[in-house]
């Protein structure tokens, strides 16, 4: 039988997990483009497509088919890349720019200030944790390979 503290943290995980999909769901968002947006937010200049699924830790596919659901929302755009004519960058339209601003970036707001109403250690420690996590469970899975951009 697992160790109650292993279960208390697989239900403390699945909270957070249940969390973004309610804030997915009120923006009328599948869970993968709310993460693709948000991971837009996070980049302060335009960004390749690639860049965003490496960030986001998502597949090709997943990131493409959710890049096109926002273009089509009329929130982003591809634009080409003035250094290579032949790769594109993702930028907000007019309105995707009103969409992060009053959607994405209060949400932002309080994942940082939840993060921030931790104590310096516990930040630490936090960070620390995860990451330890993080190593020991691709170890544990056989994927020893480096991650994609994550941690």
């Not at 239900?11 to 804030?23: C, G, M, N, T, V």
């Not at 634009?79 to 007019?94: G, L």
């Not at 994405?104 to 330890?132: M, R, V, Y």
Request: hydrophobic share 35%; proline share 6%; aromatic share 6%.
């Amino acid at each position: 039988m697992p160790d109650p503290r292993y279960r208390i943290y697989v239900q403390s995980r699945k909270a957070i997990d249940q969390f973004y999909h309610q804030e997915a769901a009120r923006r009328e968002l599948p869970d993968s483009v709310l993460w693709l947006a948000i991971t837009i937010c996070e980049h302060e200049t335009p960004c390749t497509p690639t860049e965003l699924y490496t960030d986001c830790a998502i597949s090709k596919q997943t990131g493409h088919s959710a890049l096109m659901q926002l273009e089509k929302r009329g929130l982003i755009q591809l634009v080409p890349d003035p250094a290579d004519r032949r790769s594109k960058r993702v930028e907000w339209t007019e309105q995707g720019r009103a969409f992060a601003q009053s959607q994405l970036h209060p949400l932002l707001a309080a994942e940082e200030a939840a993060f921030e109403s931790l104590a310096a250690g516990e930040q630490e420690l936090l960070i620390t944790l995860t990451q330890k996590l993080y190593s020991a469970l691709k170890t544990k899975a056989g994927n020893t390979g480096p991650g994609k951009g994550i941690l």
